[in-house]
Structures are given as structure tokens and as C-alpha cells.
């Protein structure tokens, strides 16, 4: 459905919310605007011919109370200015973070009395020295979050600024702070730990000589990039989509597209993350409180990296800018904060005769959408591959430095592995759930859960040879077995019974999981498993409804009810030949390395999307041959057919 209600909010739009909810006093005088995005319309409405305004959505905390408010905002009101449709107080969860508040917290720790005093009974008198991480407590049952701002904090040691500080946390040490009152209001002291004496340092100084054998490797485009950039709206080669920023989702991509002859063909009306947790597995008082909801606890998309060329991305670039609002609702742009290019993907298709000799080659190009986002220790890269055989990818890059804790004995740490002098790196999880709105060839789609098994032998498979498919309709949200198994080759299709390729057989589009699909290991009485129940799964399938948008559920930060999908689903509702939603949960299940310290090299997981009977033969056929290589270091001329 392409349409441009559904795209990112402009910077005149930002303040015209802004402005409004000024005016209404909703958040009192010192209103933060935690989140301000597009209010996407219901697209049955739109289906049905209605007539629908642009809307926004705002996310407002009042500073001086600790009430969080969700605003809708009419657009199109008559005056231009913007109109109020509704405020609702929120009482289960809270808004996100503001990073005004997580600046602020260190410096309130540092003026508390028995924190100094934890600090000196380590030996530590230079709070200067002293770099002080929040976190949020909604795995703290004991501390009370009803009516507040509450976060924690863990503390590390910095011999100079730019030292790593994550190779010496001081451990043993949490404070509580409650952010709209400015109260420490506990220091919780575990007991005194060695510190690693042993600089971790990943800088280029630290680690010479550096290599001297690496040769130059340049990528060029002598004719420019081979995409169209309108707006919002992209088109390369056979596929046309638009792109936004969301504040708490990052890059949103809407109304994706495939021409095929002289047509689109629908593939996904919107595809972005929806949510991810990442849960610590150590058990100990100070440590076993620790997650973070990245997106809606603090937001991918207002932390995403200006990115730089040749860093970051390499090649003939373009770049977006991302207009989102600052804390104080006015608009703020961060700076090439999505990278588009194009790169090399060796062979798409090959076939050597070999009767003839002859040799046909065709090589695969791939267009990339992507955006990084710095969560304290962590990055996030996330990027969407689009190819010419018109299947999708989704690939995350996660990268950073692990999270530590001291211990006396590193041989006798169960939870963590051991990297420097009583330091080891504490096992964890990144779980992602990515919310996938298709609407392949049209909206009236059916999921169907596809196992390969090996058929018994018997009449109809005398020799033990035979190789069958359990193709099972997932009818009903809890239908289907909702895991991934390696074993029977388990994928998901989302196929349009009401539309067939040349060959009778009803288009579609498969998912198929990647080799990272993990779920969540943390089990009851865990706040945490009930927070992030939608990590239970690796897919769900529901029906689509405007207001189910993340798996979470809109305010996970010091929510502990279990929002999201499993509140969602248990009404079990049907899903077959209707506007179906496809969430996936994949991740990556970290037992640290060494080879994972300092600064770790990048760990990958991801997703394919592919078509499957949507085309009536290979849709790549019509991709040239390259030309000939002026660098081939083979005798003779090279060619590619």
C-alpha cells in the first residue's frame, strides 16, 4: 500500500505536535517528548475508502511528576496548526528513556555519601576516574516503579579518558536513583572484588605495530550509483519501496515492491524491528537484574550513528538524514544516519555446458539499506539486502565491547569467560523480534509451516528414498509449533490462495530462519521471561491490527505485566486468508570468547525472505553478463558468457 500517511514525520510536522501539546499543558511545564512519530493509519480504512487525516503519535513525560502521556495529534486540522484527538495517561510501563535523564543520574550517585564511601573502601577517591553506566530496574521486584522514574546503575574505572572502562568495573557496587526527585535512593553494597590490573585498550596506539600487508581496495562506480532516490521512495532495478526512521524502531521500510513485466507486485507493506531484549545470565545479587529493551526502553532509532564513509560504508554512497525530535520537541537531524549503496555479491546464477564447453556466468548485485545504533557498550548494525532474483535479507551485525564483572577466581566463574585478571565477560543473550506485514500479491494471505521429513517406507516408498513435505496451515495464532528445527527444514510461506503462477501452484513468499534462532532462556520466576514473552517464540503469526505495532507491547520500560504478543494471541484468533503479520524472534545466544576482548569482531544473524512460486521461472534470467575484468591477473580476456 503505498501511500504517504504512513511516512516519517517532517520537521514542520515535529513542531506542529510540539506545539500543540505546549499549549494543552499535557507533561506540565517541563514536558519530554520521549518519542515523536507517525500515527500510521488503519489500513482497512483506507481500504475501505474512507477518508483518514495525518496523524502523530507523542510519548510525554512530565519531568516534575513522573506521568507519562500518549498524544495523537491531527495533522490536517483546518487551522494548519495541528489539532489534539487524544491523551491517554499511561499506568503500566513508563516512557522512554531520556537521555537527559541518564546524564543526570551519574552526576546525582557522585554527590552520595555511601557511595563515596564504597568507592573508598576500593581504594578509589578520584570520582573524576569514575564512569557510571544507568540502567533500568524492571527486573528489580523490590524496588517500586509504580509513579516513578527509577533507574540503576553499575560502575567502572577509567585511568584516563579514553581508557576502556569495561575492563574494570567496580564491582560489587549498584545504586538506585529515582530520577524526577533526584534521590539516590539506595547503595547497595556486595562486597569488595579485585580489579583487573591489566589495561584492555583497543585503540590503534595501544596495539602496534599494525599490519603493513594490507593491499588498497578500492570500489567504484564511474557512472554513479544505479538507484533513484525520490523523497522517501526508492527504486533500484525491479524494486520500488519507501524508507523512514522511527525513534524506537530505526529504519522502517513500507510498501515493498517488485515489478514484474509491466506491474508491481505487492511483497510487504512494512518491514521493521519491532523489539529486542538483551537478557545477562548471571545470578548474583548485583548482576542478575540487568536487560535492556533497546528499542523500547530507549529507542534504536534516536541512537542511530552518523555514519561515515569509507568507516561505516564503502563505495558510491547516498545517505539520509534523520529528522527526529529532540527531548525538547523540536526537530533534530541526525547526519547521514541510513547509508544506501550497491555491492558486489559473487555468482547470482552459473552454468558450465559441459557438453559445448560454453560457460554462462551472472553476477549478483545487491542493494543495501542500513543504519548502526550505539546502546552504551553495544552497536547494532542492521541491514536490509535486496538482490535481483527478488528475494530480501535482513542481516544484524552486532558489535562492541562484552559486559564484565570481577571475580576472585576466574577458574571458578560459572556465568562468565574468563578474558583478563579476575575478569570475565558474563554470558548473555541479544534476542530481536522483527515485525514483518506482508501482503504478498495482496493482502489475503495464508502462513503455512513447511517440514521436510523422510517418508516411511512402505507401497509408496519401497526403497527408502522418498522425501516428503508436512505442510501445516497455521488457521489460528497458536497454531503451528512456533520454533525453528534444522532437522525437517522448517520454513514459513505466506502464500495468496486467491492467486496462482503459471503452474497452478499459489504465489508466495518464504521465510526462512538463519542459523541464529535462539530464544529466550530465562525462565519463571524471572521478571524478565514474563516481560519479554514475545523471546518464547521464533515466530508468531497474527492478524494485522493497528495498534499491535511491538512485541513488547508501547511502554516496556518498568512495565512488568507482559505486554506484547502473549496477551495478544491468547485470544487465538484466526489467521487464514486475511491481513496477516508475521514476528520473528532470532538471536544470538553469547557465551563470550576471548578473542571477544577488548572490542569484539563482528557477530552476524538475519533472515531471508524468498519468493516462491510468485514468478513462473528464475525472475534473474534477464540480469547481463559483466563485462569483461581489466584486472583479471589470468592470460588472455575473461569472459562471463
Request: overall charge negative.
Amino acid at each position: 500500500m503505498r501511500n504517504p500517511l504512513f511516512d516519517s514525520l517532517t520537521a514542520d510536522e515535529i513542531r506542529r505536535v510540539a506545539a500543540v501539546i505546549r499549549s494543552e499543558k499535557i507533561g506540565g511545564d517541563r514536558p519530554g517528548f520521549s518519542a515523536v512519530f507517525t500515527d500510521e493509519p488503519d489500513k482497512y480504512a483506507l481500504r475501505a475508502g474512507q477518508t483518514v487525516p495525518r496523524r502523530a503519535r507523542a510519548m510525554i513525560l512530565d519531568r516534575d511528576t513522573a506521568r507519562t502521556y500518549d498524544v495523537v495529534v491531527d495533522l490536517d486540522a483546518a487551522d494548519g496548526k495541528g489539532e489534539l484527538k487524544s491523551v491517554t495517561e499511561i499506568t503500566d510501563g513508563s516512557a522512554p528513556v531520556l537521555l537527559e535523564e541518564f546524564d543526570r543520574a551519574p552526576e546525582l550517585i557522585k554527590q552520595d555519601p555511601r557511595y563515596v564511601e564504597a568507592l573508598a573502601k576500593r581504594g578509589i577517591t578520584d570520582l573524576a576516574k569514575v564512569q557510571i553506566d544507568p540502567w533500568g530496574v524492571g527486573n528489580m521486584a523490590d524496588v517500586p516503579v509504580d509513579g516513578r522514574r527509577m533507574c540503576g546503575s553499575v560502575s567502572y574505572y577509567r585511568e584516563f579518558p579514553d581508557d576502556n572502562g569495561y575492563a574494570h568495573p567496580i564491582e560489587g557496587v549498584i545504586a538506585i536513583v529515582d530520577l524526577t526527585t533526584g534521590q539516590v535512593v539506595d547503595v547497595h553494597d556486595f562486597g569488595v572484588r579485585p580489579m583487573n590490573p591489566e589495561p584492555a585498550n583497543y585503540t590503534a596506539d595501544a596495539n602496534q605495530p599494525m599490519r603493513t600487508d594490507i593491499a588498497p581496495l578500492e570500489i567504484t562506480q564511474p557512472q554513479g550509483v544505479g538507484f533513484t532516490l525520490d523523497g522517501p521512495e526508492l527504486t533500484w532495478q525491479k524494486w520500488r519501496f519507501r524508507i523512514g526512521m522511527h525513534p524506537l524502531e530505526g529504519v522502517v521500510l513500507h510498501a515493498v515492491e517488485y515489478k514484474d513485466g509491466e506491474d508491481y507486485r505487492s511483497v510487504m507493506h512494512r518491514g521493521s524491528l519491532s523489539e529486542m531484549v538483551v537478557p545477562y545470565g548471571d545470578p548474583s545479587s548485583e548482576h542478575f537484574w540487568r536487560s535492556a529493551f533497546d528499542v523500547g526502553e530507549f529507542g534504536l532509532g534516536k541512537l542511530a550513528n552518523s555514519l561515515r564513509l569509507g568507516c561505516d560504508c564503502l563505495g558510491e554512497i547516498v545517505y539520509m538524514d534523520a529528522v527526529l525530535a529532540g527531548e525538547d520537541g523540536e526537530p533534530a537531524t541526525i547526519e547521514n544516519a541510513i547509508c544506501i549503496h550497491e555491492e558486489d555479491d559473487g555468482i547470482l546464477w552459473k552454468h558450465t555446458d559441459w557438453v559445448t564447453g560454453k560457460v554462462d556466468v551472472r553476477r549478483s548485485r545487491r542493494l543495501v539499506v542500513s543504519f548502526i545504533a550505539t546502546v552504551g557498550n553495544y552497536h547494532y548494525g542492521f541491514f536490509w539486502y535486496f538482490y535481483q532474483d527478488a528475494s530480501i535479507q535482513m542481516e544484524i551485525k552486532l558489535l562492541g565491547i562484552v559486559q564484565t564483572r570481577a571475580v576472585e577466581d576466574v577458574s571458578q566463574a560459572k556465568h562468565g569467560t574468563p578474558i583478563s585478571t579476575n575478569l570475565v565477560g558474563t554470558y548473555h543473550q541479544h534476542l530481536f523480534s522483527f515485525r514483518l506485514d506482508m501482503e504478498v500479491d495482496g493482502w489475503q494471505n495464508t502462513v503455512v509451516q513447511n517440514d521436510a521429513y523422510a517418508v516411511p517406507v512402505g507401497p509408496e516408498n519401497p526403497q527408502g528414498n522418498a522425501i516428503g513435505v508436512r505442510k501445516t496451515v497455521i488457521d489460528r495464532e497458536n497454531a503451528g509449533d512456533w520454533v525453528t528445527h534444522t532437522q525437517s527444514s522448517r520454513n514459513w510461506t505466506v502464500v495468496n490462495r486467491g492467486k496462482t503462477n503459471r503452474w497452478g501452484v499459489p504465489v508466495g513468499y518464504k521465510f526462512l530462519p538463519g542459523w541464529s534462532s535462539a530464544t529466550m532462556l530465562a525462565q519463571p520466576p524471572s521478571l524478565i521471561a514474563q516481560r519479554a514473552g514475545f523471546a518464547t517464540r521464533n515466530m508468531w503469526v497474527t492478524p494485522y491490527r493497528q495498534d499491535e505495532m511491538r512485541s513488547a507491547g508501547e511502554y516496556p520500560n518498568q512495565s512488568r505485566s507482559g505486554d506484547g504478543l502473549p496477551r495478544w494471541t491468547a485470544e487465538d484468533r484466526p489467521t487464514e486468508d486475511t491481513d496477516v503479520v508475521l514476528w520473528h524472534t532470532l538471536g544470538v545466544t553469547h557465551i563470550p570468547r576471548a578473542e571477544d576482548w577488548p572490542v569484539m569482531p563482528v557477530e552476524k544473524a538475519g533472515f531471508h525472505l524468498l519468493p516462491v512460486n510468485f514468478f513462473d521461472k528464475n525472475p534473474a534470467l534477464d540480469v547481463p553478463a559483466s563485462a569483461p575484468s581489466s584486472h583479471s591477473s589470468a592470460a588472455g580476456e575473461t569472459h562471463c558468457h
